[in-house]
């Protein structure tokens, strides 16, 4: 099969862990041996989120006292990320060429999510410590859960720019190409024809979900840090969905939390709806029975008109 993998920024830095080079790498090799039975069984066409490195970079940048644009450090977290991923794939499956690609997404400048900005990056804060910070800084900060995070705009993709290259790479035998990583390098274009950066980080799981639609995937997964798509979250009644459809699943989109389940579910919805194919939402470490259908949450077709499942919390 065709399989977009699309690996959740918090799969490389989970909350609470120190946000360093090691840690980065130690995660990226445990990535790279969950993947490796799926990458020797599959086509698999790999992109990566960014949310808590590209966060950390603007703080360096901002203590240092030199600013840098977001598309710009989106396109450092590109390079980062995707040579970390590359180095540990390679090692586990040494037959495997690696190629990770700094990938360009076209986004509409009159985007309304420039005016909102709701997309989380960078580490987390007590409620004291993030309104001093957004003093000093001028960046907005959201509650996320129990703590506060910045947040920044975050325009829906538009276009992959480079895409042809990426298709090709992807059909070539023992190949592995990472692409959109952080949802790709936000750019728009002028009214002259150029291109331009902007500020914004675009949501990697609709990029990934886009992805997946424009080079025909057989399956899109969205590998993350919990078990699946879970109803009534952190309820007494608190229950994992197995499988649905895109119909059924739709029906609880506003349930889910805005900054964190409620993008993946909908980048699979829009996969699904679109293609007529499946998608898949789960843990990493479990993402060999993902594809095989028997973890994670799976999201159908209409057409196929599954019973809702749904199991208590594992």
């Not at 992109?47 to 901002?62: D, I």
């Not at 952190?234 to 889910?256: G, K, M, S, V, Y």
């Not at 479990?286 to 196929?304: F, H, K």
Request: charged share 20%; proline share 6%; aromatic share 4%.
């Amino acid at each position: 099969m065709r399989i977009v993998i699309a690996l959740g920024g918090n799969a490389l830095l989970r909350r609470g862990q120190p946000m360093d080079a090691p840690t980065q790498r130690h995660n990226a090799r445990l990535a790279a041996q969950a993947l490796a039975d799926v990458v020797r069984q599959h086509q698999v066409i790999l992109t990566h989120g960014n949310g808590p490195q590209v966060g950390m970079l603007a703080l360096a940048r901002r203590v240092a006292q030199h600013d840098w644009p977001l598309d710009v450090l989106v396109a450092e977290t590109q390079g980062q990320i995707g040579y970390t991923l590359a180095l540990e794939l390679m090692n586990v499956v040494p037959k495997l060429s690696v190629l990770p690609i700094v990938t360009l997404v076209e986004v509409d400048p009159d985007d309304a999510a420039f005016q909102s900005p709701t997309k989380f990056i960078g580490p987390a804060y007590p409620r004291e410590e993030a309104e001093a910070l957004s003093k000093q800084t001028g960046w907005q900060m959201r509650s996320d859960g129990e703590c506060w995070r910045r947040v920044v705009p975050s325009p829906i993709p538009q276009r992959i720019v480079g895409l042809d290259m990426i298709r090709h790479l992807a059909a070539q035998p023992n190949t592995l190409a990472i692409c959109v990583g952080g949802g790709g390098i936000p750019v728009v274009r002028t009214a002259d024809g150029t291109w331009q950066g902007v500020e914004a980080v675009v949501d990697k799981d609709l990029a990934s979900a886009l992805l997946a639609r424009e080079i025909e995937a057989d399956l899109f997964v969205i590998a993350t840090d919990v078990p699946g798509v879970f109803l009534d979250h952190r309820q007494p009644t608190e229950r994992l969905l197995t499988r649905c459809t895109a119909r059924q699943l739709r029906a609880h989109l506003q349930d889910f939390p805005d900054g964190s389940m409620q993008p993946k579910v909908e980048a699979a919805l829009q996969f699904v709806s679109c293609s007529q194919r499946c998608a898949a939402i789960g843990a990493l470490d479990e993402i060999s029975r993902i594809i095989e259908g028997n973890a994670g949450t799976w999201v159908v077709p209409d057409a196929q008109d599954a019973q809702l499942s749904a199991s208590a919390k594992r």
